[in-house]
């Protein structure tokens, strides 16, 4: 079993539709949870840190599961801007030192 | 907050020669991380460089064949040795963010724009 793994996607979805995304870990001792994104040919850059109460950012909502070792993203009233890869990463410390990252799932959001 | 930059950005090299890569960052750092991004694929851990030690290696890569440099708290590279197609990726480098990156944010990575490397 891989550590982090998510959605397989593609996700193409319509401007304005809610889309999820799932993450599950498998190291049941990972401290913190990030989710990323990244633009073709660009690097990965922070859209959110995962907290267990869930937390909101704009349109992004992010949630942690410790009990079932599961993360998800939200994202509502989708814009063409929000076309990117978004990849789940999984902390196994509180240092930033031991970063995993998932394969990552592809969103497409269309006209 | 702080800037990560790479040189060079992109690179096309034939197979058995080596590039090093640097990564330059705007404030000092005690942790700089490698990785390389294979198409298609998601990253993966090369290495970890602190300064004024050896880097601390991935399963399945060797000193050899990427030596790291840390010379400073601002400052590392990465050589891509001997090198053959398979090694053809990005190469990125990332710091730990303890606030002073952040702005707040602690305990996460942020990136530098990434090495483009194709070898033929």
């Known amino acids: 079993r891989k550590e982090v793994e998510q959605d397989p996607g593609p996700f193409n979805v319509p401007e304005g539709a809610t889309v999820a995304f799932n993450c599950t870990y498998s190291n049941s001792a990972s401290q913190s949870f990030f989710w990323y994104r990244q633009d073709c040919r660009k690097e990965p850059k922070l859209l959110m840190s995962v907290y267990s109460s869930g937390n909101e950012d704009g349109r992004f909502t992010a949630q942690l599961n410790r009990a079932s070792q599961y993360i998800s993203l939200l994202i509502r009233d989708s814009k063409l801007s929000d076309s990117a890869t978004y990849l789940c990463v999984v902390n196994g410390d509180n240092y930033g030192q031991n970063f995993v990252f998932g394969p990552g799932t592809r969103l497409s959001v269309l006209p | 907050s702080a800037v990560i930059s790479q040189k060079p950005s992109r690179d096309i090299c034939q197979r058995g020669t080596s590039l090093t890569i640097q990564c330059q960052v705007d404030s000092q750092v005690t942790m700089m991380f490698w990785y390389r991004q294979q198409p298609g694929q998601s990253l993966t851990l090369i290495a970890t460089?602190?300064?004024?030690?050896?880097?601390?290696?991935e399963s399945g890569f060797v000193i050899d064949k990427f030596p790291i440099s840390r010379p400073n708290l601002t400052f590392s590279t990465l050589t891509v040795s001997n090198m053959s197609p398979e090694d053809s990726s990005i190469y990125l480098c990332s710091v730990e963010s303890w606030g002073s990156l952040a702005g707040g944010r602690a305990d996460t990575q942020y990136f530098g724009p990434g090495t483009r490397l194709t070898v033929l």
């Open positions: 460089a602190n300064q004024g030690s050896e880097a601390t290696y």
